[in-house]
């Protein structure tokens, strides 16, 4: 399981850095406003932080649904229970 997300945390990682430096290449933090036209009252340091994890965040939803898209039907249908211990409604419970 710690794999599993290693898989889906460091990509998102990389991709979020990406992201960042294409948005702000472009956008100036301290051009940011509101919906209702207020200044953002952000230093342009609290605005790269911010928007760095929004964008790991994302990124990570798009990886994590990536990586359950990818399961095979066994592991889906896998039960974690031990043979003798599956109750009846377990895939594959032992005949009785």
Request: net charge negative; glycine share 6%.
């Amino acid at each position: 399981m710690k794999q599993r997300w290693m898989w889906i945390a460091w990509p998102a990682f990389l991709a979020a850095g990406v992201l960042e430096m294409l948005v702000f290449a472009m956008v100036d933090p301290e051009d940011l406003h509101t919906f209702g036209g207020a200044p953002l009252e952000l230093s342009r340091s609290a605005v790269y932080t911010l928007s760095f994890f929004v964008f790991w965040a994302v990124t990570m939803g798009s990886s994590a649904l990536t990586t359950m898209l990818s399961m095979s039907p066994f592991e889906i249908n896998r039960c974690p229970l031990p043979v003798d211990g599956r109750p009846d409604v377990c895939p594959r419970s032992p005949a009785r």
